[in-house]
């Protein structure tokens, strides 16, 4: 699953929240960034004057715009940004906030894949509302990252709406918007991405393939290989092969 990171600013385009995402991809936390515009954090020696105009212009316009630049990491490293900007509208149709959503674009094979930085999702996320399902969002992937709470092969829709005190179908709708997939592929992500850390650590050495992914949530031994093989384009032995033979090269380099 992609990183996506969301940056909401007030009407004068000052941060005031940023998720995990951002964290991962920027370095930068909700404490480096907070009360500051995210051109003055982000911006360096070789973004786009040009991208910058279109962006103030895009601001000022208060209609939701797609955007490429290069920003920059905390560590100082450049990175190509894609990005898609919100202007949020209360309602009397005054400007309140900025929402951004944003990707490292060297990360991202298939934008379309990802509905967040698709023009027309205008009518969900450029509204109040569009910020509580980023927020909720925000709390299901610190949930899954923090809780593992994927590991439980009789995760439910219902099981997590509890957790999270919300109902059935705010979360699946929230889950299909910002995630772009359902709630079973949704949660399978994190378990392929567990089996891969397992593969990784040579844990296959000590029990089957379907013995790892049973530990990380699986319950059914065909759907966790076509869900592995649809996730990296491997079968769990290839892909484990594939881990043996780069490993053999650098410890021969």
Known sequence: MYEIAVILTDSNRKILWVNRDFECITGYDLGDVIGKTPGSVLQGPRTEPDAVARIREGLAREEPFKETLINYRKNGEAYECRLVIHPIHNSKKELVNYLAFEVDGSKVKNENRLSLLNLKNRYRTSSLRGIDEVHLF????????????????????????????????YLSQVINHHGGCNFLSFINSYRIEEVKKRLMAGEFYQQTFFGIAQHCGFKNKSTFYKVFRDGTGLTPKAYADQLMAESKVRREE
């Open 138 to 169: 925000d709390r299901i992937k610190r949930t899954m990252v923090e809780d593992k709470i994927f590991l439980d092969p009789d995760l439910t829709l219902r099981k997590l709406s509890i957790r999270l005190d919300t109902n059935t179908k």
